[in-house]
C-alpha cells in the first residue's frame, strides 16, 4: 500500500478507469466519507440565516445592508467554481478539490475571530466571502462526486440523501445559535453573542483540519471525464454527445437553479423578519427557523425514498415540490399570523429535494463534459447574492410579507426547467433512470472492448493535443 504522505493522490481526466461500472456496494464507502461535508455547510448556511437577522440588531443595520452577508458568501460561488475549483478538478481529481476546498474553509472560520473582536460588520463580509469560497470549492466537487459515483439509476437518491445530511446541519444552527449565541441572557449583550459565534467558528476550522488529513489517508475513487464518456456510451448507445455550448438540458438547468437557489435563500434570509411580523419575539423565530429547516431535512429524507420508486420519476418529483413552493409562498404572503408562518414553513418543507434533483437532471446526457457542468450548476449558486439584497430592500421599504413577492418570481422562473424535462427531455432523462450500468456487471471480454474502444475515441479526440491516454483497471 505505501506510505500515505508518498503515494500518489491525482489522476489526469482523460484517464479511463473502472469507475464508470462502480456498483452500489463498491460507492457506498466513498459516497459516506464525501456526504460528511455536507453537514459543514448545512451548518455554515444555517448560521448564515441567523447571523444576518441578529446582526440587525446587534450592529445597528438595516434589512438591505445585512443582506451584503449572503452576498458576500454566495458571491463566492459565482467566482469560484467556472474557475480555479473547475481547474482544480479537472486537473487534480476529487481528492485534491476537496482537501483545497477544506483548507480554505478552516481559513474563512478563523477569520472570524479578528471580526468578532472588533465586531466589524465588514469584517464578518470578508469572512463570509473566504468561507463561501471553501465551501463553493468543495461543492464543485462534491455534488458532482455524488452524481456520477455509483449506478447512474440512484443518482438523484444519493445527492438527495446527502443534502438531508446539509439539511440536518442546518436544523442544528439556528438552535445552536439561539441558545448559544444570542439566548435571552445575552439579548443585550451583544458582544457576548458575537464571542460565542468567534468559537464555534474556531472549532468548525479545527473539524476541518482533521478532514484534510481523513480525505488525504482514506483510499478515494477517482471518476473522471473520460469515464463519464464511457458510461454515455453504455447508457444511450454510441451517439455524439456533441460541443459543449450545445447542451441545452445543462444550460436551463442552470438558469433554474440560479432562480431557485436566490429564492431560497431569500426565503431563509428574512424568514426571522417574517415571523417577528407576524408576532414572535427573535429567540422564537429563530426556533421556529430551526423547525422548518428541520422539515426541509425531513422531507429530503422522503424525496429519497420516495425516488426509490419507480413511479416517482426525478423530473415529475422537481415539478410537483417547485409548483408547491410557488402555492404555499403565495399563500404566506396573503395570510397573518400563525397561519402565514405555517405557510412560510410548508415552503421550507417543499424547497427539499429541488437543488439536487435539478442538480441530477442536469448532468444527464453530458458525457465527458461533466465536471464543466457540474461546476456551472454550482455556480448557479450564487443565485443567493441577487435575490436576498431585492427582497432586503423591499422589507425596508414595506414589509416582510410583501417582500415574499421576490422569491415567489424566483420559483416562476424556475419551473421552466421542469416544464422542458418532461416534455421536451423526457426520454434521455428516463434511459438514465431505467438503466443498469453499475447494477447488472458486464462480462469481463465486454467491458475490456468497451474501455478499448473508448481509448481509441479519446486518443483521436485529443490527437492534435497529443496528451498520454492511459487505461486503469482496478
Known amino acids: 500500500m505505501g506510505r ?6 491525482t489522476i489526469r481526466d482523460d484517464t479511463i478507469t473502472s469507475a464508470a461500472h462502480l456498483t452500489l456496494r463498491q460507492s457506498l464507502l466513498p459516497n ?17 440565516d441567523v447571523l444576518n437577522s441578529h446582526f440587525q ?45 477544506l483548507a480554505i474553509f478552516s481559513i474563512g472560520c478563523l477569520l472570524f ?4 473582536a472588533y465586531s466589524s460588520f465588514g469584517g464578518f463580509c470578508g469572512s463570509m466571502f473566504v468561507v463561501g469560497a471553501g465551501l463553493a470549492t468543495l461543492e464543485t466537487a462534491a455534488d458532482p462526486f455524488l452524481s456520477i459515483c455509483g449506478p447512474p439509476r440512484y443518482s438523484e437518491i444519493r445527492l438527495n440523501l446527502a443534502q438531508a445530511v446539509q439539511g440536518v446541519g442546518s436544523f442544528v444552527a439556528p438552535l445552536l445559535a439561539s441558545r448559544v449565541f444570542f439566548g435571552k441572557g445575552l439579548e ?48 444511450d448507445g454510441p451517439r455524439e454527445v456533441g460541443p459543449f455550448r450545445r447542451q441545452y438540458n445543462l444550460f436551463l438547468a442552470v438558469w433554474s437553479q440560479f432562480c431557485y437557489v436566490g429564492a431560497q435563500v431569500a426565503v431563509a434570509n428574512y424568514f426571522i423578519n417574517f415571523c417577528e411580523e ?16 428541520g422539515l426541509y431535512a425531513f422531507n429530503r429524507f422522503v424525496a429519497g425514498g420516495l425516488l426509490t420508486i419507480p413511479a416517482f420519476k426525478p423530473r415529475y418529483m422537481l415539478a410537483a415540490y417547485l409548483g408547491l413552493c410557488f402555492v404555499f409562498v403565495t399563500a404566506a404572503m396573503n395570510t397573518a399570523g400563525a397561519t402565514s408562518i405555517a405557510m412560510l414553513m410548508l415552503v421550507l418543507c417543499f424547497e427539499s429535494c429541488c437543488f439536487a434533483t435539478i442538480f441530477t437532471l442536469g448532468l444527464r446526457g453530458l458525457g465527458r463534459h461533466t465536471k464543466m457542468g457540474g461546476s456551472l450548476l454550482v455556480a448557479a449558486i450564487s443565485g443567493g447574492m441577487v435575490f436576498p439584497p431585492m427582497m432586503g430592500a423591499v422589507v425596508s421599504a414595506r414589509d416582510a410579507h410583501t417582500a415574499m413577492a421576490i422569491p415567489m418570481m424566483g420559483y416562476i422562473l424556475a419551473f ?5 424535462v418532461n416534455i421536451w427531455k423526457k426520454d434521455v ?6 438503466t443498469t450500468v453499475g447494477i447488472e456487471k458486464p462480462a469481463v471480454g465486454e467491458k475490456a472492448l468497451q474501455l478499448e474502444e473508448q481509448r481509441s475515441k479519446t486518443e483521436k479526440e485529443h490527437a492534435e493535443e497529443g496528451p498520454d491516454i492511459r487505461v486503469v483497471s482496478k
Do not use: C
Not at 58 to 69: C, D, G, Q, V
Open 429 to 434: 432523462m428516463d434511459s438514465h433512470r431505467e
Open 416 to 420: 421552466v426547467y421542469p416544464v422542458y
Open 188 to 235: 443585550e449583550q451583544g458582544g457576548e453573542g458575537l464571542k460565542n459565534v468567534q468559537w464555534v467558528y474556531l472549532g468548525v476550522a479545527g473539524f476541518d483540519v482533521l478532514l484534510v488529513a481523513l480525505f488525504w489517508v482514506v483510499p478515494m475513487v477517482e471518476v473522471t471525464d473520460a469515464d463519464m464518456g464511457l458510461q454515455e456510451s453504455q447508457i
Open 32 to 48: 459516506l466519507l464525501v456526504t460528511t461535508l455536507f453537514f459543514l455547510w448545512g451548518f455554515a448556511y444555517g448560521l448564515l
Open 278 to 293: 407576524a408576532g414572535r419575539d427573535r429567540a422564537t423565530s429563530s426556533d421556529l427557523l430551526a423547525v422548518g429547516q
Open 113 to 116: 475571530w479578528p471580526s468578532g
Open 57 to 101: 440588531h446587534h450592529l445597528s443595520i438595516t434589512p438591505t445592508l445585512s443582506a451584503l452577508l449572503s452576498t458576500s458568501y454566495f458571491g463566492a460561488y459565482f467566482l469560484l467554481p467556472p474557475t480555479l475549483s473547475s481547474f482544480i478538478l479537472r486537473s487534480y481529481g476529487f481528492r485534491v478539490t476537496f482537501m483545497t476546498g
Open 4 to 9: 500515505p504522505w508518498s503515494r500518489k493522490v
